[in-house]
């Protein structure tokens, strides 16, 4: 995958988790698609590690978004810190 396609999915993926997640998220459009693209990042490691993708495959669309989420929490748990 191309830098420029990572960039877009992982905008549009970190748009859909930040409108999943319950509350108020104060990120701008950069850390918006850095969220998208570490939550595809840990999806694919955990999903590797459980066995549900092999080794080197990305994660599809449902597991970046459910790995943005997580991301998004953790975020939220060190920002109250």
Known sequence: MGIISM??????????????????????????????????LVAGYLGAALGWYMPGEGAGWIGSIIGAIIVLFIYGLVKKA
């Open 7 to 40: 960039i877009i999915v992982g905008f549009i993926v970190g748009l859909i988790a930040r409108a999943i997640m319950p509350g108020e998220q104060k990120l701008g459009i950069i850390l918006t698609t850095i969220l998208g693209i570490v939550g595809a």
